[in-house]
């Protein structure tokens, strides 16, 4: 009964390829986010889609195209991955409409680039 | 960037009061306090949040002063198991400005 889950959950990977990462909530909310850990453990949103729209683009490289087909999934598609990509990324979901509610995480996808 | 400031670690016992402090002096009136922890590799969890009174669930209380420019997470009965970083955020109602932004949290160490 995983709430948020994501997949895979460790990513291995060479330079120059394209992968992509799924995330799935079976909450019923409206709202899914993307966001980055990196290895001094900042954690910063990417993007957010709210009913499939995207509605918070921070300041991230045009390589991450972010896709949700429907409310309840958001994938995030990455071309060219570089040294800097490796982080581990973390999906979330909430209520837009209910912005006092709290935001629910996966437990995050380790991406390694060699 | 965050808006709040938090001491980097602290440690307590196990089975005594974790009081986890944090400062948002520059907090506006439609922003909320959330906390929210992390274990280590796990994604964050949410704990609590709160406007202006002080509010209890089932895994901590949150007492935010009168001034709203502070607060504190209360962790009644500490176990090993509450060892993770927390994060104390402030965050608007609406808009984009709803972002959680996460600082650098604040490191508990709970000791047997």
């Known amino acids: 009964d995983t709430a948020v889950s994501q997949t895979p959950k460790y990513l291995v990977t060479q330079m120059g390829n394209d992968k992509s990462i799924k995330c799935e909530q079976n909450?019923?909310?409206?709202?899914m986010y993307w966001y980055k850990q990196d290895s001094k453990k900042f954690l910063k949103i990417m993007f957010s889609y709210n009913n499939k729209e995207l509605i918070i683009n921070e300041t991230v490289p045009n390589r991450f195209s972010p896709k949700s087909p429907d409310k309840a999934h958001l994938n995030l598609h990455i071309n060219s991955l570089e040294l800097g990509d490796s982080a581990v990324y973390f999906c979330?979901?909430?209520?837009?409409?209910?912005?006092?509610?709290?935001?629910?995480f996966g437990d995050g996808t380790r991406l390694s680039i060699l | 960037d965050a808006k709040t400031t938090q001491p980097p670690s602290m440690d307590c016992a196990e089975g005594r009061a974790a009081n986890l402090p944090c400062n948002h002096s520059?907090?506006?009136?439609?922003?909320?306090v959330y906390w929210y922890r992390q274990i280590h590799s796990q994604g964050p969890q949410y704990i609590i949040h709160?406007?202006?009174n002080n509010e209890t669930n089932e895994m901590a209380s949150l007492i935010i002063t009168e001034d709203r420019k502070s607060s504190t997470l209360i962790l009644p009965h500490a176990t090993l198991r509450d060892t993770a970083v927390y994060y104390c955020?402030?965050?608007?109602?609406?808009?984009?400005?709803?972002?959680?932004?996460f600082g650098k949290g604040i490191t508990l160490s709970v000791r047997p």
């Open positions: 709160g406007l202006k």
């Open positions: 520059t907090i506006s009136g439609n922003e909320y």
């Open positions: 955020i402030v965050r608007a109602l609406t808009g984009a400005n709803s972002k959680l932004t």
């Open positions: 979330a979901s909430s209520n837009w409409g209910q912005s006092n509610q709290p935001q629910h």
């Open positions: 909450l019923g909310h409206d709202t």
